[in-house]
């Protein structure tokens, strides 16, 4: 019982630490943010394939895999992320750290359990033009969070199910200002909208030996669209414009925006691999989403629409000898992976894209079961072509993965 107090009291107050914002993406401005990914630092230092499954670790992107926890995972992970964003020749550089996930994994038998919390999408930007005596500037900041409560379930031996409820919540604001040299006030529009809502996760794992060493697994994971409440609020304010860009006195006036709902996509995977237990692992994972039914809330973006978004994600691992005496490099774990992307955001008519490709270590700590795991990804998103904005970007991930049996019987009282 002391136990799981103080991961709930952890769990509350890393709230808001996932909950801050985590992307400076000028492609974040539109639907509900830069869709994050979801999975652990094991899994993302694998290009993000999800195939994989073992007993020690939470596998947060099917809830089937929760029946094969045989320890109690706690897990929490974060990154450093930098990025060069070049535009017709223009170039800046933006640097962010976060927490990324708090989650814990349960064994129960036939049953596992997992909950938590992490960041579903992330809004954050700084866009601004100046000529001509004209000055435009649009931010914008905010995001989802989820909070989540899955339970997996095995039905026969190497087939599981699983089911997860998952509670997003969170607020997302855009601001423009515009102003004229010619003109003395300048207008400045806010919109926020907070959002929330729930939606459901539905998975299957399969293991299969198919000699005495190799074992196959296979993925499949289905979340049906749902209908989040968006409440919408607007103000439009008057403001003196100074010389550095600042913003003096400001007459504001509220405008009624109608209250919403915005369907959150659907989303369907299917994942296949084969490896050695204990030794190697190499699998694949397609991802299809329905992200062309988003919408930009209560305001209009002309030159952005949506559009189906599919994604190709290859890794795996590799451990010399996990029960190595002699060397503890022969323990540690080597992952690779890459990742083709189109992220269903279309700007001016072009298709976003992205591209990754990802590397991680894994540590063993103490007794083999807990570890912590270190990755690093380089990727590129968006095209300079049409005057937009490409995205060259570092991420640096780190996790720590705890494990222990929580229930053990008692053999003398």
Not at 247 to 255: K, L, M, Q
Request: proline letters at 2%.
């Amino acid at each position: 019982m002391n136990r799981c107090l103080v991961l709930a009291v952890c769990l509350l107050l890393s709230l808001s630490a996932v909950a801050q914002n985590n992307t400076a993406s000028p492609y974040s401005f539109g639907g509900l943010g830069l869709i994050k990914f979801r999975g652990t630092v094991d899994l993302e230092s694998m290009g993000g394939m999800s195939v994989f499954s073992d007993s020690i670790h939470a596998n947060v992107m099917n809830p089937a895999t929760y029946a094969n926890l045989r320890y109690t995972n706690y897990s929490v992970g974060g990154q450093f992320n930098s990025t060069n964003l070049e535009e017709s020749g223009a170039k800046e550089k933006t640097q962010i750290t976060s927490l990324d996930y708090v989650i814990v994994g349960i064994p129960a038998g036939r049953f596992g359990a997992s909950f938590g919390l992490y960041p579903y999408s992330a809004v954050g930007y700084d866009l601004e033009n100046s000529a001509d005596g004209q000055l435009t500037r649009f931010t914008g900041t905010g995001g989802l969070t989820k909070v989540y409560l899955g339970l997996g379930y095995n039905l026969f031996d190497g087939l599981n199910i699983g089911l997860e409820a998952q509670y997003n919540f969170g607020n997302i604001r855009n601001q423009g200002l515009f102003n004229d040299d010619d003109i003395q006030f300048g207008t400045q529009e806010v919109n926020r909208s907070d959002i929330s809502g729930l939606n459901f996760v539905l998975g299957a794992h399969y293991t299969k030996a198919l000699s005495e060493k190799l074992e196959l697994q296979a993925t499949m994971t289905y979340t049906p669209s749902s209908d989040l409440t968006v409440s919408n609020f607007r103000e439009i304010a008057t403001v003196l414009v100074t010389e550095t860009g600042g913003i003096g006195g400001a007459e504001i006036t509220e405008v009624t925006v109608q209250d919403s709902e915005i369907e959150f996509p659907s989303r369907l995977s299917f994942g296949l691999g084969m490896g050695e237990k204990n030794k190697w692992f190499v699998g694949g994972e397609y991802i299809s989403q329905g992200t062309s039914v988003l919408t930009n809330r209560s305001f209009d973006l002309p030159n952005i629409t949506y559009e189906d978004a599919t994604k190709v994600r290859l890794g795996g691992f590799y451990v010399p000898k996990y029960n190595s005496l002699t060397s503890y490099w022969s323990r540690i774990t080597y992952r690779a992976g890459v990742r083709f992307e189109d992220t269903g955001i279309v700007v001016s008519g072009e298709s976003i894209n992205e591209f990754g490709m990802s590397f991680g270590l894994g540590f063993p700590v103490g007794r083999r079961i807990s570890n912590i795991n270190l990755g690093v990804e380089l990727g590129r998103r968006g095209t300079t072509d049409l005057q937009l904005v490409q995205e060259n970007f570092v991420n640096v991930f780190i996790s720590l993965s705890l494990n222990d049996k929580w229930f053990i019987k008692r053999k003398y009282d």
